[in-house]
């Protein structure tokens, strides 16, 4: 399938590389199709979450672990049939981050920020995901420093 993103120009997706969001991104229901691109060449540490149905619709994503962040939450019955969810070690957890500019950023902020309250949950093998919506904090959330 071929897309134009506005930040990877025209890019070729294969069908067996599209994500199928059956319940879209909340605010967003209407984008069901995604794929995750980067650049070619080198082990990315932050994702594109680029619309295959909306061009401009495009969230920069990235592991929690990658944030030194060990994030924990239960899925329900619907969310893990949803999913075709087999095994717990077949969900990958994703973050959507933005960069905070203008009036948002401050001195005291890295210039990131991460939305921990919904997170995506994506079952590569059966290639499905889910952003899904916290909200009340029954999660366990571990920081750790990073070196």
Do not use: W, Y
Request: with cysteine; hydrophobic share 45%; glycine share 8%.
């Amino acid at each position: 399938m071929q897309i134009k993103s506005p930040v990877f120009g025209n890019a070729d997706i294969a069908d067996d590389k599209i994500i199928d969001f059956p319940a879209g991104l909340p605010g967003f229901e209407h984008c069901r199709r995604f794929a995750l691109v980067h650049d070619e060449g080198r082990e990315p540490d932050v994702l594109l979450l680029q619309s295959l149905d909306e061009p401009d619709v495009a969230f920069s994503v990235t592991g929690p672990e990658q944030l030194g962040i060990n994030f924990e939450f239960v899925l329900s019955d619907d969310e893990v049939a949803l999913l075709q969810l087999e095994s717990a070690q077949d969900a990958a957890v994703a973050v959507i981050v933005r960069k905070e500019t203008g009036e948002e950023a401050n001195p005291a902020s890295t210039g990131l920020r991460a939305n921990f309250m919904a997170p995506l949950v994506i079952n590569a093998g059966a290639r499905r995901g889910l952003q899904k919506v916290i909200n009340r904090l029954g999660c366990d959330i571990t920081l750790r420093a990073q070196a």
